[in-house]
């Protein structure tokens, strides 16, 4: 881990920098890691922290912003008032469902390049969901009767606006370290899941849909890969169906040309640029940037991310990389390069909450990076969103005054 570079030196860095974007994932980065998405917590400092960064800061989360499951809720709750979030530009500005909701300081949402007819089958998903959930439930666990199934589906299904999900804590939590058991229940769902894109297909919706798989192994030919369960790593926790083209990466092509459009009146890639026209390749993605972005105008971009993963692959030889913090860390990356500005990419360690992940203090970065890895990170948090939270807090308190002074 010896290119870890000391968190200080670059704290000063990001102090004193002319201009500078965040871009940060929520879940396992603020938020600790938790089996029931509904008990999730976020610390009042942090939510005022990131109103001093002001147009410095997007978040870019798979989840969502609005719903019951929302982060909104959580920062309602939070802040204890379901109205001073909203008077006091509190909520958190960003892309949520990984791409495709977005929302500004207000709470208020938009959602461009989504068809109606989109949005009418994922509100069907749900209900989709349950009766196979309950067959393949009775399969895995005979001994559990109708009400306890009723008990896990609240849990496992989740109905989200644009992203409905499929996690498998609560069905974890019955098999105990019985990883044989986690796969039965892994390989289950993903099938589902792929008949519920078929049904989408049948009903004219051909190219609308895939399968976020979290964490997974990367992406072959456009599908991701899942990981399954094994004795010291619980594997993939949740599945979610996503509108096509709604990828991380594309989300900071979207949030970069915000905020420049802030900064300077124009946007880039032009006012109605969304998810939907988003070149699909990472080359394409930078040749678009160098094409619109005069260099004066392009921040240093700091990623935070928690899920990232690497697996020795069979041969030995090769590695299988992924997760869903992965595309978007290594795009900017590569952008810092190609515009000769030195990114950063932080990366949180999420394994001290309460779902299963390789750790940093046991393991150092095995189950995360490889020494072969493209992707390499300037700071580590080992202790988590804890630790993540004050270092932040006290660089938005150092940046603020260094506006103010400058």
């Known amino acids: 881990m010896e ?23 929520i879940d396992g980065v603020c938020i600790p890691l938790v089996k029931d998405p509904m008990t999730r917590e976020l610390e009042s400092k942090y939510i005022y922290a990131v109103k001093e960064f002001a147009e410095e800061f997007f978040v870019l989360t798979c989840g969502e912003h609005e719903g ?7 920062i309602e709750r939070s802040l204890g008032s379901a109205t001073e979030p909203k008077n006091q530009k509190l909520y958190l500005r960003g892309l949520a469902a990984c791409g495709v909701e977005y929302q500004d300081n207000d709470g208020e949402i938009s959602f461009e390049g989504v068809s109606e007819k989109e949005l009418d089958f994922l509100s069907k998903v749900p209900s989709l969901i349950k009766p196979k959930f309950d067959l393949i439930v009775k399969n895995i666990f005979p001994e559990l009767n109708q009400e306890d199934i009723n008990f896990h589906a609240i849990k496992s299904i989740c109905e989200t606006r644009f992203s409905p999900t499929i996690n498998f804590n609560s069905l974890f939590d019955l098999v105990n370290k019985d990883s044989e058991k986690r796969k039965l229940i892994q390989i289950s769902f993903e099938k589902m899941m792929n008949k519920i894109i078929l049904k989408a297909e049948s009903e004219g919706l051909k190219n609308s849909f895939f399968l976020h798989i979290s964490p997974n192994l990367g992406n072959k030919n456009g599908r991701e890969t899942i990981k399954l369960s094994s004795k010291d790593d619980i594997g993939s926790t949740d599945i979610q169906l996503l509108i096509k083209g709604a990828v991380k990466d594309s989300g900071v092509l979207f949030l970069l040309n915000k905020f420049i459009e802030t900064k300077t009146g124009k946007a880039p890639f032009g006012d109605n640029f969304n998810f939907r026209n988003s070149p699909k390749s990472l080359r394409e993605k930078i040749d678009l940037c160098k094409r619109s972005i005069h260099i004066d105008d392009m921040p240093l971009i700091v990623g935070v991310g928690d899920t990232v993963t690497s697996k020795k692959n069979n041969d030995e030889k090769s590695y299988l990389r992924g997760g869903s ?8 990356k590569t952008l810092g390069n190609e515009f000769g500005i030195n990114n950063k990419i932080i990366f949180v360690d999420s394994s001290s909450g309460e779902v299963e992940r390789p750790s940093t203090k046991k393991t150092g970065l095995i189950g995360i990076s490889d020494i072969y890895d493209n992707l390499k990170f300037d700071i580590v948090f080992k202790n988590g969103p804890k630790e993540y939270i004050s270092w932040f807090i006290e660089l938005a308190n150092k940046r603020s005054n260094f506006k103010k002074n400058s």
């Open 325 to 332: 913090d992965r595309s978007f860390l290594e795009f900017i």
């Open 3 to 25: 290119y870890m570079a000391s968190n200080l030196k670059v704290q000063k860095q990001l102090i004193s920098s002319k201009n500078i974007l965040f871009i940060q994932d």
């Open 68 to 74: 019951k499951r929302g982060v909104n809720r959580i």
